[in-house]
C-alpha cells in the first residue's frame, strides 16, 4: 500500500520568506508526527497529532512554526518568516494508535529545505 | 540527543564481516526502535522492541533489548554493500508512544 508522502520534496527559500510543508500519512492512521533532522544529526521531535487534535507541540522551536490537521488527515506545516537556521529536513511520520500500544511510526521521504 | 547515545558513530567494515551498533539510554526504554536511512531518504523501519531481554530477528539482523531496558544493540551478520546506510535508534521514554528521541546515528560503510 501506498507509504507516507511528503511534498515538496526540495524547497529553496529566501531569509524571511513563508513556507508550507505537506504531509499525507497512511490511510487509516491517526497519529500524525513531525520531526526535524539537522545535517549530521537524528531527527528531532516537533509536534504531534491526534486525529485533528494537536496533542504536545512541545518540540516546536519558535512561534514562527505552527502545524495543523484540520480534517484528521493532510498535516502541513508552516514556518513563517523563514531564518537560516531552519534549513534541515522536515520528517512527517504517521501511525495507528492503541491506548497504551507502542506503535511503529513510519516515515515519509521528508522535505529537504534550504533557506538562503 | 543526550539522553540517547549511539557507538560507533561511524563504522567501515569488509563485505562479509559481523557488527555491533549500541543504543544507550539515560531513561527507561518504554519502547526502542531501529531505523536505516540513506541520503536524502526517510527512515526506513527495521524493529521494534518493547521487553527487557526481548530479541527480533530479520535476514540478517538482530537486534536486543537488555534486561534493565536502557541499551540495546544491533547486529549485522555477514555484512553487504546493501546494509550501508545510517543506522539510527529511536527511544519511547515516556511509555505513550507519543513521540520518539533519537540517537546521533551510526553511518555504516561495507567495503568490497
Known amino acids: 500500500g501506498a507509504g507516507v508522502s511528503q511534498s515538496p520534496r526540495y524547497k529553496v527559500a529566501k531569509r524571511g520568506q513563508d513556507v508550507a510543508l505537506r504531509c499525507d500519512p497512511i490511510?487509516?492512521?491517526?497519529?500524525l508526527f513531525w520531526y526535524q533532522q539537522a545535517l549530521g544529526q537524528g531527527p528531532e521531535f516537533l509536534t504531534y497529532?491526534?486525529?485533528?487534535?494537536?496533542?504536545?507541540k512541545s518540540g516546536l522551536p519558535s512561534d514562527r512554526f505552527f502545524a495543523e490537521r484540520p480534517e484528521g488527515s493532510v498535516s502541513t506545516l508552516k514556518i513563517q518568516r523563514t531564518q537560516q537556521e531552519d534549513s534541515a529536513v522536515y520528517l512527517c511520520?504517521?501511525?495507528?494508535?492503541?491506548?497504551?500500544?507502542?506503535?511503529?511510526?513510519?516515515f515519509g521521504p521528508g522535505t529537504r529545505l534550504l533557506v538562503l | 540527543s543526550q539522553e540517547l547515545e549511539q557507538s560507533p558513530q561511524s563504522l567501515i567494515v569488509q563485505e562479509g564481516k559481523n557488527l555491533t551498533i549500541n543504543c544507550t539510554s539515560s531513561?527507561?526504554?518504554?519502547?526502542l526502535y531501529w531505523y536505516k536511512q540513506k541520503y536524502g531518504e526517510g527512515l526506513i523501519f527495521l524493529m521494534m522492541?518493547?521487553?527487557?531481554?526481548e530479541e527480533k530477528s530479520h535476514e540478517k539482523i538482530t537486534a536486543k533489548l537488555d534486561e534493565k531496558k536502557q541499551q540495546s544493540s544491533l547486529h549485522i551478520t555477514a555484512s553487504q554493500p546493501s546494509h550501508a546506510g545510517i543506522y539510527l535508534c529511536?527511544?519511547?521514554?515516556?511509555?505513550?508512544?507519543?513521540?520518539?528521541?533519537f540517537g546521533t546515528g551510526t553511518r555504516l560503510q561495507v567495503t568490497l
Open positions: 497529532f491526534q486525529n485533528e487534535a494537536q496533542l504536545d
Open positions: 511520520a504517521s501511525s495507528f494508535f492503541l491506548r497504551g500500544e507502542q506503535e511503529t511510526q513510519y
Open positions: 490511510s487509516g492512521h491517526v497519529s
Open positions: 529511536g527511544a519511547d521514554n515516556t511509555g505513550t508512544a507519543s513521540k520518539l528521541t
Open positions: 522492541l518493547q521487553k527487557g531481554g
Open positions: 531513561k527507561t526504554l518504554y519502547g
